[in-house]
């Protein structure tokens, strides 16, 4: 695990509601993560400090410009891609951010990552900004290299309200060209489709899963987003025969700032009780 400051260097817009921040380190070290994992970033604003986690979006739009395979590392960037949220504090500071933000950067961690010994099939199943921690997976030299051989057949299931949130459609229909086995499986929930291309689908990542008939003998699930749809899905998969281990779950849960409670007074019951076993135990 390392720690290290951070500045923030440039901010892009994906969609609507959702941006791309490109911070790089201080230090000029390099980041060094697994594909699909998380890094802590610590924020100062006028209310003082707090903390997010965010997957790691780091990925390259050819894989001949890896320079080292089974490692993922974009130098010394850190590429996070966040959605909007109503209220939340780091949409307040980010979504209003200019390059110079500093942050403190802890990580990496988390156990969504390629298994160490590849399936028949991988599915990796995202709903919105899940679709962060796969992007280095996609990217990554020893996944293709098993895709072009046909050792591993890889099946992204997209989940999103409508086209205009279907976020690095270029690098990944890309991929999709290029890499044997790679299949990209994009599910809208909230447009009507008139002119479907074959890599699109009207309706919810769930049941497009249970459509490939998922085989807990020679399969991996990978699913990150919604709580909802990462329940949903290893239901799904728990019904089908499948393991834990054979399902990774991340959910991404939308930090909203709650107001610490009070905390409620003692009875004098509760103080009388507490002061006889503390006597109990002085004697």
């Known amino acids: 695990m390392d720690s290290f400051d951070a500045t923030l260097k440039r901010v892009r817009r994906l969609s609507a ?30 209310e003082g400090g707090f903390e997010r986690s965010y997957s790691l979006c780091n990925h390259v739009d050819s894989v001949d410009s890896m320079e080292r395979a089974g490692k993922e590392t974009d130098d010394s960037g850190l590429d996070l891609v966040i959605s909007e949220v109503e209220n939340g504090r780091a949409t307040r500071l980010l979504f209003s951010a200019e390059p110079g933000l500093a942050a403190r950067v802890t990580g990496p961690f988390g156990r969504l990552v390629i298994p160490d010994r590849l399936p028949k099939r991988l599915f990796l199943v995202a709903t919105s900004v899940g679709i962060a921690p796969f992007m280095p997976m996609l990217f990554n030299r020893e996944l293709m290299m098993a895709l072009n051989e046909g050792r591993l057949e890889v099946i992204l299931l997209f989940g ?15 991929l999709s060209e290029r890499a044997v086995g790679f299949k990209p499986v994009i599910c809208y929930s ?74 409620p007074a003692l009875t004098d019951a509760q103080k009388k009780l507490i002061a006889e076993k503390m006597k109990k135990y002085r004697q």
């Open 160 to 174: 999103i309200r409508d086209r205009n949130e279907f976020l690095y459609r270029e690098a990944i229909m890309a």
């Open 17 to 46: 509601t959702t941006l791309d921040f490109r911070f790089q380190r201080d230090d000029g070290g390099v980041v060094e993560f697994l594909p699909g994992q998380f890094f802590r970033f610590r924020f100062e604003d006028s």
């Open 190 to 263: 909230q447009e009507t489709l008139s002119d479907p291309a074959p890599h699109e689908h009207q309706g919810y990542v769930t049941r497009l899963l249970g459509s490939y008939q998922p085989d807990p003998g020679t399969d991996h699930v990978l699913l990150c987003g919604n709580p909802a749809m990462v329940d949903d899905c290893f239901a799904l998969l728990k019904a089908s025969g499948f393991k834990a281990k054979q399902v990774t779950r991340e959910k991404y849960v939308f930090a909203r700032d709650v107001k610490k409670m009070d905390k």
